[in-house]
């Protein structure tokens, strides 16, 4: 497709000067730049598509960096990207070095809030606004917020006040997932009526006459707004959000641009808080997409012209439900608990044979916790599946509701350590540090399948809290090495040093040995598959004087730094170091590029070790 009209566009303002037939061009060639990139840098597909005429209607209406434009979650943010001065970086997309594939204030002025997680647009939309007005600057605030998202509590926590804060509009994307169901044939006809032109106009003329009349105007007109609500109340369900303190308008259609428009303007010019009711089809445009649009959600490269995916290799998420399917048959208190993630986390299967032991609660994260926790202490053995980078919202509730009460919950931590393109918002690098420090709490980090099997296993026998964190992605190749109990050996058991390590990373560091015993040293790799508590007993037979250890998570109160300095305290090591992610946020890249930059690949392994090797012993 010829991208004339695209390549045209640097900012919201050349958008405007458009005619209405140019508009839909450009619709049409952001859709197909869309998927010819995502093709090539795999992302998110179906909801970028779903988006298109609601981001160019909201560049039509709205005048970024002046105004601002929050967009929940971020995955949704591709044409937004395209019209704000990115168009020829796009190709860069989740490339390393290149463009985000979320917002990014670093990026573009043009993008508001950094966003990755859910359901946080309308509390910093919120409180931009607030912002905003004590600042007495202009611009309009924007929060654009997908219906999964108003799963999440912090959604509605954000609701509470967000009507106080100024000129602000919550654009709610409704594809078809959850609040549709709640908005009747009625309310379609409502918002029909309540998103013409011609209805505007009449209300103003109506209210102005009202307001008008002499000593009984404001009264009169308090009246008849309060039965027009209460007539609108008992049809529809929307006045859940005129009760926040918004006006409500929609459902619209989110694929017709200019009913859109007349909305949008219609709202700006009020300016009162308002929620705009969208309705969009996740896949637009694209039959492949528009057919399977949780297949095409996010996605690796692809054929962009039959939508056929790579292959599928097995990875540890679909090792996973496999293993807990099996686990399931002989133990009737298992359930499993996901947040609004069932395919993501491998549970569709166990969904299908053990419907009523599965519970999907949504964008809940801390729910999750909680509901474990309620589960766990009447008898049943709960299994929360949730990405790493997740389950940091519900930090809590792990602390208050399950580890205080030393309740069985089994956390299956996803996507733990670099996870590469999503970046820094879904590095799942904090769930180490965090979770060893919680009193209670045993932590298992397998290096590979088998790995992972044991430890599941172990972690259902166990009568207090338990995690079991493994990597995105397939199981690297490791040699045959002493598996213990908790920890396997590879390598010499009277080593000059140890490289002391635990879950994927092993991989590099067994690939560091190589090279070092290459040079002629004796070198042996330790990989712990329990990561807290340390089993010491286990650990020191096997142990050099000096330690290396090597660390896929952040370095500040790691298991790294916890283990070392518990080493040093008992007499145990005369000298280490650590190897570990710095205190920072990690970009986005491939995971080999990523170990590369964090020097955690095996010439940076390396690099760390020989100064130990150099060190006499006294």
Known sequence: MNHSILNTISSSLDVKRLTSEQQEQLCRELRDVILQTVSQTGGHLASNLGAVELTVALHICFEPPVDKLVFDVGHQSYAHKLLTGRRERFSTLRQFGGLSGFPKPAESDCDAFHTGHSSTAISAAAGIAAGLRLENLQGYTVAVVGDGAMTGGLSFEGLNNAAESGRLMIVLNDNDISISRNVGSLAHYLSAMTSNPFYFKLKDEIRQAVQNTPLVGQPLYQVVSTGKRMVKDALTVSNLFENFGFDYYGPLDGHD?????????????????????????????????????????????????TGQLPPKKEGFCDFFGQELIKLAENRPELVAITAAMT??????????????????????????????????????????????????????????????????????????????????????????????????VTVYSPADFAGLSRCLRLALDANSPQAVRYPRGNQPNLPEGKQLKTLTVFGDRNPDLTILTYGRITEQCLEAQKQLIARGAVVNVISLERIHPVDFEELLPNLAKRVLFVEEGIEAGGVGQQTLLALHQKGSVKHSSLAAIPNRFVPHGKVDQLLKLLELDPPGIVRRAQPLLGKKER
Do not use: W
């Open 257 to 305: 641009l200019h009913s859109m428009v007349d909305v949008f303007r219609r709202v700006r010019s009020l300016g009162k808080p308002a929620l705009v009711h969208v309705k969009t089809v996740k896949g637009k445009g694209v039959p492949f997409a528009e057919a399977n649009p949780s297949r095409y959600h996010g996605v690796s490269p692809f054929d962009a012209s």
């Open 343 to 440: 395919d993501g986390v491998g549970l569709t299967d166990f969904a299908r044979l053990y419907p009523n032991r599965f519970f999907d609660v949504g964008i809940a994260e801390q729910h999750a916790v909680t509901f474990a926790s309620g589960l766990a202490s009447v008898g049943c053995r709960p299994v929360v599946a949730v990405y790493s980078t997740f389950l940091q919202r519900a930090y809590d509730q792990l602390v208050h509701d399950m580890a205080l009460g030393n309740l069985p919950v089994v956390l299956a931590v996803d996507r733990a350590g670099l996870v590469g393109e999503d970046g820094d918002t879904h590095q799942g690098i904090f769930d180490a540090a965090f979770l060893s420090t919680i009193p209670n």
